[in-house]
């Protein structure tokens, strides 16, 4: 089983900064994926950004520019820099990682962290 725990959420202004922070814990062989998912009150579950192994980083277009996912995969960890917020990114972000625990494969979630961008 692997857990995922996320810390950073909070209120900021728009044009402000946040930085998400997620680390993998439990019966992991390898990660293959790690990155960030939102879902906004009223919408659906959106991709934010995800780091594939040590190949290949995906951005929403909203994040490109904005956002920049980070991982360091010795220690479990994804983080995300959210730079220029606004309003829209109001959300619930939530962390998810994939990959083989024990020979079998897995994918998690991780509880959300509220972000909220309001003046």
């Known amino acids: 089983q692997v857990q995922l725990v996320e810390s950073g959420g909070g209120l900021v202004q728009p044009g402000g900064s946040l930085k998400l922070s997620c680390v993998a814990s439990?019966?992991?062989?390898?990660?293959?994926?790690m990155g960030w998912y939102r879902q906004a009150p009223g919408k659906q579950c959106e991709l934010v950004a995800r780091?594939?192994?040590?190949?290949?980083?995906d951005y929403a277009d909203f994040a490109e520019g904005r956002f920049t996912i980070s991982r360091d995969n010795a220690k479990n960890t994804v983080s995300l820099q959210m730079t220029s917020l606004k309003p829209e990114d109001t959300a619930v972000y939530y962390c998810?990682?994939?990959?083989?625990?024990?020979?079998?494969?897995?994918?998690?979630w991780g509880q959300g962290t509220q972000v909220t961008v309001s003046s």
């Open positions: 439990g019966s992991i062989r390898v990660i293959w994926a």
């Open positions: 998810r990682a994939e990959g083989d625990s024990r020979g079998t494969g897995f994918g998690s």
């Open positions: 780091a594939i192994g040590d190949i290949r980083i």
